[in-house]
């Protein structure tokens, strides 16, 4: 890869020996090698900006979790030298909650969570990324719920008058990437054009395009098997927004020999809480769901679905408005 180290034997190599050399390793200083100067970090609570900021973030997430472990699960990636390269890196996280900070007083729980980080990266350096925690899975580890957490979140930041405002709608995502011209025809946009169906309704092509023995591993740390799950997961999140935009936002794929066909979808929600579900009565609310996705095709349709967001951050802006 041209303008990047020789020890990086290929791009999911890159990205998975910097995850484990800043984490595990604790070299957290090397953020400042790796990240491009004013790179922007969106997460559904907001941005940051510059590889300074990263490196406070992260302190401050390994002096709660010390001992966290960052497995990575796959990275589904697109790119060249002369664009660049984007990665969408599916990490399990694995980590200990053994000292005070922004999930509370330390608990001493194991918890085990998922993350899922879009990066794009040109010589050597991470210079735009998006980023999807499971706060919900978290949480619910610690004996609190989504609701919960996120009123006692908006107390920590202030409250409701001087908490950060979560990534929405009229935030400037300033854009440092675009995507990457992709052929016409490829299992990315076959994803992204399944998740418009269902975020049209038409649930009925979940029968059609999911193998029956889907397994989908679900916000909050839950997980649906085969077809009824399936509709019932996007049931609630449709019923809670029936009138919101749907929008794909990325699309990256990866056709590996003997793997499966591998699709990332980053997608957002944007629309009005006018729906009764799992985030309570209609709030009237403006929500923004920041969203990633990653499946896997087997002869029979999608086998293994991963879908993330942040229920904490759709709670937060629904106490936001409802006080």
């Not at 303008?3 to 190599?13: A, E, M, S, T, Y």
């Not at 001992?67 to 030298?81: A, P």
């Not at 409701?160 to 935030?171: E, G, I, R, V």
């Amino acid at each position: 890869m041209e303008g990047f180290n020789k020890k990086f034997k290929d791009f999911p190599d890159y990205i998975l020996k910097i995850t484990y050399q800043i984490w595990e390793e604790k070299d957290v200083e090397s953020i400042m090698q790796y990240y491009a100067e004013g790179i922007p970090v969106r997460f559904p609570d907001g941005i940051i900006y510059g590889p300074e900021t990263v490196v406070k973030a992260t302190y401050a997430t390994l002096k709660e979790f010390p001992d966290r472990q960052l497995l990575g699960e796959d990275v589904i990636w697109i790119g060249n030298d002369t664009e660049g390269y984007l990665s969408s890196h599916r990490i399990l996280s694995r980590a200990t909650h053994a000292n005070n900070g922004v999930y509370g007083e330390a608990t001493g729980k194991k918890l085990t969570y998922r993350v899922i980080a879009d990066c794009a990266c040109k010589n050597n350096q991470v210079y735009d990324e998006w980023l999807v925690r499971d706060q919900g899975s978290i949480i619910r580890q610690l004996n609190l719920d989504p609701k919960t957490y996120a009123t006692q979140l908006i107390d920590h930041q202030g409250g409701l008058d001087n908490c950060p405002t979560p990534f929405n709608k009229n935030t400037d995502p300033d854009l440092k990437y675009t995507q990457i011209k992709l052929p016409d025809q490829n299992i990315g946009y076959e994803y992204a054009d399944i998740l418009k169906n269902i975020f049209s309704k038409n649930l009925d092509i979940i029968e059609n395009c999911y193998d029956r023995a889907i397994n989908q591993e679900q916000p909050g740390g839950f997980t649906g098997y085969g077809w009824q799950d399936v509709k019932t997961f996007w049931s609630s999140l449709l019923s809670a927004f029936p009138d919101a935009s749907f929008k794909i936002e990325h699309v990256s794929f990866l056709n590996e020999p003997n793997e499966y066909a591998k699709a990332a979808v980053r997608w957002s929600l944007s629309g009005i809480h006018s729906g009764s579900g799992n985030f309570g009565e209609p709030s009237h609310a403006d929500v923004y769901v920041m969203g990633i996705s990653h499946a896997e095709f087997g002869p029979r349709g999608i086998k293994n679905e991963w879908v993330l967001f942040d229920e904490t951050s759709i709670w937060k802006q629904i106490l936001l408005k409802t006080g």
